[in-house]
């Protein structure tokens, strides 16, 4: 069986993902202070250990609602997955985790997927004032 032959012009083309893209949004401006994650002080040591990675991550600038939606769904998962020590248990919360996680572009092969690269800091640069604020307040 043979395949058509692509158009002219065609050939050796390969476009990014972010290129690909069929439809660009502009993004909703939000502000850190209003991510309500409700009373965490419920939650296990370790389970708030990780919302504070997660919340302190570069990536976090890029989150919409929907990706603060998408963290607050993964708090009770990520409690039980750190409460429980039943194998079976262990497994099946990581098989649901994993692709939820995946999605928030939480590793650098996530991001370099989607073309997401983060500048190295620079020796001597500073946080801007107010950037740990939500985060600090949100443990307080």
């Not at 158009?7 to 209003?34: D, I, M």
């Not at 570069?58 to 990706?67: E, F, K, N």
């Not at 997955?81 to 194998?87: C, D, G, M, Q, V």
Request: net charge negative; proline share 6%.
């Amino acid at each position: 069986m043979t395949h058509p032959k692509p158009e002219a012009g065609k050939l050796g083309r390969h476009r990014s993902l972010a290129e690909q893209a069929a439809v660009e949004l502009a993004a909703t401006p939000h502000y850190r202070e209003e991510w309500d994650f409700g009373d965490l002080g419920r939650l296990k040591h370790r389970t708030r250990q990780w919302l504070i990675a997660v919340l302190s991550s570069p990536q976090a600038a890029l989150y919409q609602i929907t990706d603060i939606q998408r963290i607050r769904d993964l708090l009770p998962l990520k409690d039980a997955y750190y409460s429980t020590s039943e194998p079976e248990l262990l497994i099946k919360l990581a098989r649901t985790i994993k692709p939820l996680e995946d999605s928030l572009l939480w590793t650098h092969v996530d991001r370099s997927k989607v073309g997401v690269k983060f500048v190295p800091v620079i020796e001597g640069e500073t946080a801007e004032a107010g950037d740990d604020g939500a985060v600090d307040a949100a443990f307080a």
